[in-house]
Structure formats: C-alpha cells, structure tokens
C-alpha cells in the first residue's frame, strides 16, 4: 500500500545520544513535513522541505535537523537528545508545496514515540 | 503569530445526535482550513477541507467556513461511537516566503455516548 513510512515505531534513548528518525514516501510528493506531538500541545512543525535540495524551518526546530537528498526520503536528526524532545514524531507530505490555493493535505506516517532518559 | 483554538473538551453527544465542533483562527491571510480525525495512538486522518466560506457537505460531514469572523466548524449528523476520537482543526497560511505546513489546533476530544 502507497503511503509514509516511518521507523523506528519507537525508540528509548539515552539522553546524549544522537538519533535519526527516518521518513520515506512512495507517492511522489514534492513537499514533506515532521511534527513532533505533546499532550496538551498538540502537533507542531519541526521542519519542513517543499522539494529536494530545499529545506525549511518550523514552529520548533531547535535540536533537530533534517535533510531532503531526494524526493521520497526525509530523515529527522536528533544531534544530541535531551528529554524535553521525548515526543510522538510524524513525517507527513503533500503532493504540492502549500503555496498553492486549494491543495495541501497532508498524509501521515503512523508515527514514532520517541522517548529520552 | 498563526494561531489556531479548539475547545480540548471533552465533548460529549449521546449517540444519534448532532456533534459540533468549532475552531478559530488569528491569521486572516489563512486560505485553507482542514479537519483531521485522530484515533488514540494513531496518526491524524483527512475528513473535511474547506477553501470558500459557506457550507461544505460530505455524507454525514459538514464543514463551515465564515472568514469574515475566522471561525471554522465541522458538524457530525447521526453521530455514532465510532466517531470518538480527537478531532483537529487545521489552518495553511498562504505565507508567500515559502510553504510552512498546517498550523494545527490542540484538538477536541469527541465522547459519543451509546
């Protein structure tokens, strides 16, 4: 089935260490997304790319970076984790970049619960 | 600042009835407005986008948009429990320095009562 995949589904990790949460979609989608979501939070932009090469910041980057060396994959970098970033990341894309009047919804990877010690 | 309100809830509706939910919105530039459903321990799902004030019907769906008063709002007929879940307001800001993403709600949570 066509879609986002993510891995790991989850992770517990030493704070300190580094971590890459991988994101790969098969549909072809120029534009692609991470959100982390807290309870009581809710979702929030990490960082976003509108096509490869290209990469943008969101609501809360810091303490994350990603990379966008091709259209289908979009990996979410932890450089040094700490447990303010234990979270439920989503990769998500769009089959535009959300300049455009009448696209954007977004599909969604099934998540990854990260949690930090 | 982008901001987008929901009520967290919960909001309770005895099964058969109809369930409203609203969200407002800080950004009059907003275009496009979206209602995600999330199920506990699952990733968000599309039901409802929005582009022109009115009414939008799809099956037992409805969105309304007033951007005038920056308020949009999804109303559920013959609510079943199936329909218990977290329901997301979503709001994309044509920024025009590049596409950001949705600028979500905190969501309301959805009780329907059997």
């Known amino acids: 089935i066509a879609g986002i995949t993510q891995a790991p589904t989850s992770q517990i990790l030493a704070a300190g260490r580094r971590m890459t949460l991988r994101c790969t979609q098969d549909m072809r989608h120029n534009a692609m997304y991470w959100y982390r979501q807290d309870l009581g939070l809710g979702l929030r932009l990490i960082h976003y790319?509108?096509?490869?090469?290209?990469?943008g910041k969101g609501e809360v980057p810091d303490g994350y970076s990603v990379s966008r060396a091709n259209t289908d994959d979009f990996p979410l970098t932890l450089a040094s984790a700490v447990p303010s970033q234990t979270s439920v990341y989503f990769c998500?894309?769009?089959?535009?970049?959300?300049?455009?009047?009448?696209?954007?919804?977004?599909?969604f990877g099934e998540g990854s619960r990260l949690t930090v010690l | 600042q982008k901001e987008v309100e929901q009520n967290s809830g919960p909001l309770s509706v005895p099964e058969g009835a109809i369930a409203s939910l609203n969200c407002t919105y800080s950004d009059r530039g907003s275009q496009s407005f979206f209602w995600y459903r999330q199920y506990s321990g699952k990733s968000p799902e599309l039901i409802m986008s929005i582009y022109s004030n009115g009414d939008k019907e799809d099956g037992r769906f409805t969105a309304q948009l007033n951007k005038a008063s920056q308020y949009v709002s999804l109303l559920i007929r013959d609510s079943q429990p199936s329909d218990s879940a977290t329901y997301l307001c979503?709001?994309?800001?044509?920024?025009?320095?590049?596409?950001?993403?949705?600028?979500f709600g905190k969501g309301t949570h959805l009780i329907i009562q059997p």
């Open positions: 998500a894309s769009s089959d535009l970049p959300l300049q455009v009047v009448s696209t954007g919804e977004l599909f």
């Open positions: 979503a709001v994309r800001l044509i920024s025009g320095g590049g596409a950001d993403g949705l600028t």
């Open positions: 790319s509108n096509t490869a090469g290209t990469t």
